[in-house]
């Protein structure tokens, strides 16, 4: 069993930048790739990027590649997000996500965080 708790969100202006982490419960958190995704208002939830259990092979959806990178600390069983040049259009609820093997856009996690809420304003 694998706990997940996000935090860092918040109220940003456009042009800014947050960092996401994500705090994993579990005697085998660190084996477990780790991914985010986000919901808008109104739309579905998609995926946002993902890391596989050793902070290796970072895979992004087009629209955050070049501005949000995503990492995580084994030592502290931790994941984050760091998000840059933020835009209105990244308004959303960002869900941390674990899963016991690869995670991808295809693929479903095992395990979902509580979600953070992160508002641009223009």
């Known amino acids: 069993q694998v706990q997940l708790v996000e935090s860092g969100g918040g109220l940003v202006q456009a042009g800014d930048s947050l960092r996401l982490s994500c705090a994993a419960s579990g005697r085998t958190a660190s084996t477990y790739a780790m991914a985010w995704f986000r919901q808008a208002p109104g739309k579905e939830r998609e995926f946002v990027a993902s890391?596989?259990?050793?902070?290796?092979?970072?895979y992004y959806t087009d629209s955050v590649k070049g501005r949000f990178t995503i990492s995580r600390d084994n030592a502290k069983n931790t994941a984050y997000l760091q998000m840059n040049s933020l835009k209105p259009d990244d308004t959303a609820v960002y869900y941390c996500?674990?899963?016991?093997?690869?995670?991808?856009?295809?693929?479903?996690?095992?395990?979902w965080g509580q979600g953070t809420q992160v508002t641009v304003s223009s």
């Open positions: 890391i596989t259990y050793s902070g290796g092979s970072p």
């Open positions: 996500a674990a899963r016991r093997s690869i995670l991808v856009p295809t693929t479903t996690p095992d395990y």
